[in-house]
């Protein structure tokens, strides 16, 4: 039976389109950040049963990212995942009682934090959404090895813009062709006067930037964790160091308040 009260936090609820009745239901551990577990049912929800071979899908942050998905015209095609570079995408080829990581998610292909999948209506295409954007892929029932991604490049369906800019962008104080924004899980990324913005600095998460008004070859970003970069040669990419003398990222110094930007 399904768990109750306890750890037992969130729910990523899948239904097998071919079979109406065959659900399955992953609960995360709100004490680890972890999975607890994934339960399945063949009977509209009278009785679960936990599927013991079924490794962690999503990382330490079920919370944030945790989603299963059933191949339409095949019920044995079942995909998982979540969190974490090289191990956010799972497969299973019998109905989730064993498990995979899958080729793209071994090597990195896919950006981290997996939050959607579907498919086309003909189950011939599965879509993948994450923090970085969308990919595809058709190998559905066999061992899924290639991916491709759908954020750049020209074709059907590519050249998505799906980037999410946090407050602060900083830009230029005489070339309004360049500016610098902080994105969510993207790092910070560099404006040049056209629609293809490029990375521009050494984040995950990049929040606000700087130029300095009366230098503009010092740029600066700033990051997850309290973290704070500088560039003096105009905010190449590589040319970001960090530059955050006195802070403390954990919050635990007494004197984090005071610090010096270099």
């Not at 095609?77 to 974490?84: H, P, Q, R």
């Not at 559905?140 to 750049?152: F, M, P, Q, R």
Request: glycine share 16%; net charge negative; charged share 10%.
């Amino acid at each position: 039976m399904l768990p109750t009260g306890g750890n037992a936090e969130r729910v990523a609820l899948a239904m097998d389109p071919n079979v109406s009745t065959t659900l399955y239901a992953g609960i995360s551990n709100n004490s680890t950040g972890g999975m607890l577990g994934l339960w399945k049912t063949t009977d509209g929800g009278n009785n679960w049963i936990q599927l013991a071979n079924t490794p962690n899908l999503c990382g330490g942050q079920c919370w944030y990212d945790f989603v299963i998905a059933v191949a339409p015209g095949n019920s044995n095609a079942v995909f998982g995942g979540g969190s974490g570079w090289g191990n956010q995408f799972y497969q299973s080829l019998d109905g989730g009682n064993t498990w995979a990581e899958t080729g793209p998610a071994q090597n990195s292909t896919i950006h981290p934090d997996l939050h959607a999948l579907t498919f086309s209506a003909d189950g011939s295409i599965l879509y993948i959404g994450v923090d970085g954007g969308m990919y595809s892929t058709t190998e559905i029932g066999t061992s899924l090895n290639n991916v491709t991604s759908l954020n750049a490049g020209s074709g059907p369906g590519t050249g998505l813009g799906t980037l999410q800019f946090y407050p602060g962008p900083a830009i230029h104080p005489t070339n309004v062709n360049d500016g610098f924004g902080g994105t969510q899980d993207n790092g910070s990324m560099q404006y040049s006067g056209s629609l293809t913005w490029n990375f521009g600095g050494a984040c995950g998460d990049g929040a606000r930037n700087l130029i300095d008004s009366q230098n503009p070859t010092n740029v600066y970003e700033s990051c997850v964790q309290l973290s704070i970069w500088k560039s003096t040669d105009g905010g190449r990419a590589d040319s970001f160091n960090q530059a955050q003398n006195g802070t403390d990222p954990n919050g635990t110094d007494s004197n984090s308040e005071t610090f010096t930007i270099e």
